[in-house]
């Protein structure tokens, strides 16, 4: 086991909100009101049923209530446990599913002040991400812009299965304000289940589903790459959230090859996949799709050609890896920092902000 | 690739001095858009002519994507009579077949009856594919062999056929297309395996084809090249399906051909399978061993489009984790992104690693070793 060093940055940690009366106390008096007149009781997404064993790893499951839903666990398991600096908050809260794009908004709001409010301003190592739902970019938009003046917030939050592909021009108003801002734009693994979540249809078991996600990451970043989001936005970064990263390169190679015969249909993309991935793009570290075996993993590693690509996460209190062994076997000290530190601190710039007490 | 950036060498220059490879992806074309209409009832032809064949989307005429050039093809491919690349033997056998020293080639017609809405259209049209390979292709030249193609939406009809061209050794294979109306391992496909494996043969599974799912899991994208990229991200969501669903639990003796979608997922997806199978596998009791296990017995990879790294250790350490004996050779012939037999393999590579890839891994799946 690759020991963590104290100080790092666990870039994808999930407070959970226990119930969607949770939210009421963020809902104006009419949403407030849809809610309990309506009868809805929660926003749990398919993509991670509570009692699913990968939505919680056995001994960080609570006795009662969802994983991931107490601040003091969150502490004893995570933070201290592996001694970070900070953490950032990934809420995965079904509010993406939300047809309407007036609720899905009011739900998104209300979100992001829950976390506010319940997690950041109880426990200063936390940092935030906007959860933003894609059914109206203009909404999506003016919550960035609310939710920036809190320079707690380091990242928007979209999840990687939605309507349409994510470098769809429609959605370059969401990078324009996040580039401005100074935000990373994060994509998590997880549907909005407006589409089947393979692209091959719909699968029959929820162990389709979460193996999908890898290749759902895969056509987003073709999608950005393709239709010039890094063109237009040079200084933007985005982060595949519980992505793995092991299909990267052989995915890159493949990308590489169309480019160069294709190019001519988008001649916008001036540098080469690779490169693009290079300076843009980042994965979190969990999970980890590898053999337990040092010597393939730092074959991977040489096949991803950069160090910079990889930022710390424990994916807590989802199931990735076991004991304290966040860190795989054989990992140098220069990479353990890298990873740990450095490439965290180089895609949030907003970590390095002073927050006033 | 068809940018001609160096001089090809003259056919017959070159033809004693390769050794012979198997190409397990050929396009054969029809030359004409009536040339099936011997093998297709007369009310087929009236509906060709009125309604035409249409497909999980909407086009008409040509796909939905375009593509980068006509047919999809090597402009350098068209027949000196006329007719859409891949359209005349003699033309093939001339450009291809022979400076290439092909021994086995698998043919796998594409626009076919598979994809289309009219389930009892698709089927006529797949029988008629069939006779026509044999009558245009493998009856005159003994080195192709056909693939059965099968109305991949109606699982009986399509069994039914299968088991009509049991034995007949012009097919070495069954076809199938990777993007389907659901995903592969789902039980309206069963009855395909089933008479596949009671026939002995394996099923290939080539990427495109239409089944009405977007090409992403969020959507349609814009580009040609997302559709082509995506190809390997829809080949693997079939895969994961196949081994979730336990196909290769019931059906132990049925094998599986990657064809065109590349192989560099392959261990990464396996590593990805196992992993999350561990935590998940009492939801899927029909899945007994880890799905690397299925997956490294009973998968092959057609290689074209090759991995294609910038530094070629890289390459071998993939190959390394698939198995030297689990890739099978293939140009995709005559299509535009077809691969050079004389380029693909980087320098460095043993000699039975080389035939194996050329050309034994082929012939042993086959059963023509």
Redesign the interface.
């Known amino acids: 086991m690759t020991a963590p060093i104290a100080g790092g940055v666990d870039c994808d940690v999930h407070p959970a909100v226990p119930h969607l009366t949770s939210l009421l106390p963020y809902l104006n008096d009419y949403w407030r009101d849809q809610v309990t007149t309506r009868g809805m009781t929660d926003l749990v997404s398919q993509s991670y049923p509570t009692c699913s064993p990968i939505a919680s790893r056995p001994d960080w499951r609570p006795a009662q209530g969802k994983p991931g839903s107490n601040l003091d666990d969150m502490r004893a398991q995570a933070l201290d446990r592996f001694h970070v600096g900070h953490a950032i908050c990934n809420p995965l809260y079904g509010v993406q599913m939300v047809f309407s794009e007036d609720m899905a908004d009011a739900f998104c709001r209300a979100l992001n002040d829950w976390l506010t409010t319940e997690w950041l301003d109880r426990e200063p190592r936390l940092r935030g991400s906007i959860v933003v739902s894609l059914q109206s970019v203009e909404k999506a938009v003016a919550e960035i812009e609310r939710c920036a003046q809190d320079p707690r917030f380091v990242q928007v939050l979209l999840l990687v299965m939605g309507d349409l592909p994510l470098g769809k021009r429609a959605y370059w108003p969401i990078y324009a304000a996040a580039e401005r801002l100074g935000l990373a734009v994060g994509i998590h693994a997880g549907s909005a289940y407006h589409s089947p979540p393979t692209s091959v249809g719909w699968g029959s078991y929820h162990i389709e589903d979460y193996v999908a996600q890898a290749q759902a990451f895969q056509t987003q970043l073709t999608s950005l790459i393709v239709e010039g989001v890094f063109a237009r936005h040079p200084t933007l970064k985005m982060v595949m959230l519980e992505s793995g990263f092991t299909w990267l390169p052989p995915f890159l190679w493949r990308l590489h090859k169309f480019w160069r015969g294709l190019r001519m249909e988008t001649p916008w993309v001036d540098r080469a996949p690779l490169e693009i991935v290079r300076s843009n793009i980042r994965f979190s570290l969990q999970p980890i799709d590898a053999p337990p075996d040092p010597v393939t993993l730092n074959r991977l590693f040489d096949h991803m050609q950069s160090d910079e690509l990889l930022l710390f996460s424990t994916d807590y209190p989802h199931w990735q890896f076991e004991g304290d062994a966040v860190l795989p076997d054989g990992l140098s000290d220069d990479l353990v920092r890298k990873i740990m530190i450095d490439n965290p601190h180089a895609t949030y710039p907003r970590l390095r902000q002073t927050v006033q007490a | 690739?068809n940018?001609q950036v160096r001089e090809r060498p003259e056919p017959a220059s070159t033809v004693a001095a390769k050794t012979a490879i198997a190409d397990c992806d050929i396009h054969p074309a029809r030359a004409t858009p009536t040339e099936l209409y011997p093998w297709l009832a007369s009310r087929w032809h009236a509906h060709l002519e009125t309604i035409g064949a249409p497909a999980y989307h909407g086009m008409m005429i040509g796909p939905p994507y375009p593509k980068?050039q006509p047919n999809a093809s090597r402009r350098d491919a068209y027949p000196p009579e006329g007719g859409p690349q891949g359209s005349s033997l003699s033309f093939m056998q001339q450009q291809h077949l022979d400076p290439n020293n092909v021994a086995l080639g698998v043919l796998n017609p594409l626009g076919t009856g598979q994809g289309l809405r009219n389930h009892e259209l698709a089927t006529a049209l797949c029988s008629a594919i069939n006779d026509w390979q044999i009558a245009k292709w493998t009856s005159q030249e003994s080195r192709l062999k056909a693939s059965i193609v099968v109305a991949n939406e109606d699982g009986p009809t399509a069994a039914a056929e299968i088991r009509k061209r049991a034995g007949d050794r012009n097919f070495v294979q069954v076809l199938l297309l990777?993007?389907?109306?659901?995903?592969?391992?789902?039980r309206r496909y069963w009855p395909i395996y089933e008479a596949a494996e009671e026939a002995g043969l394996p099923v290939g599974i080539h990427a495109f084809g239409y089944?009405g799912?977007?090409?992403?899991?969020?959507?349609?994208?814009?580009?040609?090249?997302?559709e082509?990229?995506?190809h390997?991200?829809?080949q693997?969501?079939?895969l994961?399906?196949l081994v979730?669903?336990g196909v290769f639990e019931r059906f132990p003796k049925l094998n599986m051909i990657m064809i065109e979608a590349?192989f560099?997922?392959a261990?990464?997806?396996a590593?990805?399978?196992d992993?999350?199978?561990q935590?998940?596998k009492?939801?899927?009791p029909h899945v007994k061993r880890p799905p690397s296990e299925y997956i490294s017995e009973r998968v092959w990879w057609t290689t074209q489009?090759m991995?294609?790294?910038?530094r070629r250790d890289?390459l071998f350490?993939?190959i390394d984790?698939i198995g030297w004996d689990r890739l099978l050779f293939a140009t995709d012939y005559p299509h535009?992104?077809y691969d050079d037999p004389s380029r693909v393999l980087p320098a460095g590579v043993s000699d039975t690693n080389r035939d194996a890839f050329y050309l034994n891994n082929a012939l042993k799946l086959y059963g023509l070793a």
């Not at chain 2, 990777?178 to 789902?186: A, D, K, M």
């Not at chain 2, 991995?307 to 910038?310: A, H, I, L, M, V």
């Open positions: 690739m940018i980068a990777s993007r389907n109306v659901e995903p592969l391992g789902q089944g799912n977007p090409v992403t899991a969020s959507g349609w994208p814009s580009y040609y090249i997302e082509m990229v995506g390997s991200q829809c693997q969501g079939g994961a399906s979730l669903e590349g560099g997922w261990p990464s997806l590593w990805r399978l992993k999350v199978w935590r998940l009492s939801e899927v489009p991995e294609d790294p910038e890289h350490e993939l984790w535009w992104d």
